[in-house]
């Protein structure tokens, strides 16, 4: 009587979602194991923060003589800072730097360049 009252389909039986055949089970066994799957892959995570490319030797080697060039023009008078600076030119070992700093994007160079020269101009 339950049925008949509650069921739209008439006198139709109702299927519940929750059926414990074998191939019930089949079917939720099923998504753990393609989860599973999907984590033991070895897919390597990379994220890069505004899709910025990660930057090479002769890039970051480059970009290092600009913002020294640029640097060295901001402090065109002072004769102390510009010596710094051209030590620092020098001395600059990008196979270090890039050993230092792994997986460099330009907003990273520049970030990491403003604290390396910081004290070089004050």
């Excluded at 890039?59 to 102390?80: A, P, R, V, W």
Aim: glycine share 4%; net charge negative; aromatic share 10%.
């Amino acid at each position: 009587m339950f049925n008949s009252v509650n069921n739209p389909f008439g006198n139709r039986a109702v299927s519940s979602s929750t059926s414990s055949d074998s191939q019930g089970r089949r079917q939720k066994e099923d998504p753990k194991e393609e989860l599973k799957k999907y984590l033991e892959e070895d897919e390597q995570d990379e994220v890069l923060i505004g899709g910025q490319p990660i930057l090479t030797e002769d890039e970051i080697f480059s970009m290092t003589k600009q913002y020294i060039s640029k640097l060295k023009d901001e402090h065109e008078g002072n004769e102390k800072v510009q010596k710094k600076l051209d030590k620092y030119l020098e001395n600059f070992d990008v196979k270090k730097f890039m050993k230092k700093n792994p997986n460099m994007t330009s907003p990273d160079f520049y970030m990491v360049m403003f604290n390396e020269t910081e004290n070089l101009v004050k």
